[in-house]
């Protein structure tokens, strides 16, 4: 069985309040480029369902985006969100991510009706993409012998 444990490295959280309640977080975790540059994978956002619609969703993911911006070692954003959610696409193209299409099967370990993803990145600074519908990205827990391909 496989263990689970503890990893902060190379793992980034924020968390969103409303009130000072907490009501939203968004995870990401850098990733190393063939170029030695970094890509960011945006891992999850989430927003709890009565909260939705505030503008509290864009604020959490525009200050990942900022954070990038500024972090020069970073060239690149991406993320993976099932077809089905459509409006999570909407909310991410409105944040200037591009729409890459889907790739088939994604989900399919995770049992998800239809198995596919779409795909979103975000480039910097003219910088040229890394990941596309043929080479999604890892977009998946590192594993130990992955430690040095994390950034
Ligand atoms: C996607 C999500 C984080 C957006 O957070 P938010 O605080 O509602 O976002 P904002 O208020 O800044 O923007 C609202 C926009 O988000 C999008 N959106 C996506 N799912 C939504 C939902 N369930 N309710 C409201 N808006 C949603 C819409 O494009 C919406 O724009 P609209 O009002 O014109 O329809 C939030 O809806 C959520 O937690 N959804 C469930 C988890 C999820 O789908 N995560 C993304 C998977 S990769």
Request: proline content about 5%.
């Amino acid at each position: 069985m496989p263990r689970s444990r503890p990893r902060q490295r190379s793992r980034c959280a924020s968390a969103g309040y409303f009130n000072n309640l907490f009501v939203g977080f968004v995870g990401s975790r850098p990733e190393k480029r063939p170029d030695g540059k970094q890509r960011l994978y945006i891992a999850a956002i989430a927003v709890l369902a009565a909260y939705r619609g505030l503008g509290l969703g864009s604020q959490l993911m525009q200050s990942v985006v900022d954070a990038a911006k500024t972090d020069e070692t970073v060239t690149e954003l991406y993320l993976h969100v099932h077809t089905s959610n459509t409006r999570a696409v909407t909310f991410y193209e409105r944040l200037g991510f591009e729409n890459v299409g889907v790739i088939a099967g994604y989900y399919a370990a995770a049992g998800l009706t239809p198995p596919d993803c779409v795909l979103l990145r975000m480039c910097l600074d003219g910088a040229e993409p890394t990941v596309d519908l043929a080479h999604g990205g890892m977009g998946a827990p590192a594993r130990d012998d992955e430690d040095e391909a994390t950034a």
